[in-house]
């Protein structure tokens, strides 16, 4: 069972990255996901999640509106579009499989994580 992400990179302030979470070895429809962050020296931190449908998600007060998840179950992919990036979003972006939830403990399967760095 293997979560995989993907899209990561550099990129300048105001610019836009999408990050992918691919699934392997398991059906990911029939799990929520989400997308936690960590920046050096900080606590890891939720940013979104989405339902095993789609039918709900959730953001962090500090990318609402900027920020925009969805599934492809066929394709068992989730997907995390991030526009008008700023250099606090610079951070390790993790996704993870389990129960529709801001919390951590919620999650059962996660990524290795792919890197983020917002930078002129």
């Known amino acids: 069972l293997q979560l995989v992400e993907s899209g990561g990179g550099l990129v300048q302030p105001g610019g836009s990255l999408r990050l992918s979470c691919a699934a392997s070895?398991?059906?990911?429809?029939?799990?929520?996901i989400g997308w936690f962050r960590q920046a050096p020296g900080k606590e890891r931190e939720g940013v979104s999640c989405i339902s095993k449908s789609g039918g709900s998600t959730n953001y962090a007060d500090s990318v609402k509106g900027r920020f925009t998840i969805s599934r492809d179950n066929a394709k068992n992919t989730v997907y995390l579009q991030m526009n008008s990036l700023k250099p606090e979003d610079t951070a390790v972006y993790y996704c993870a499989a389990g129960l529709f939830s801001t919390v951590e403990s919620a999650y059962t399967y996660w990524g290795q994580g792919t890197q983020v760095t917002v930078s002129s």
């Open positions: 070895g398991f059906s990911m429809d029939y799990y929520a």
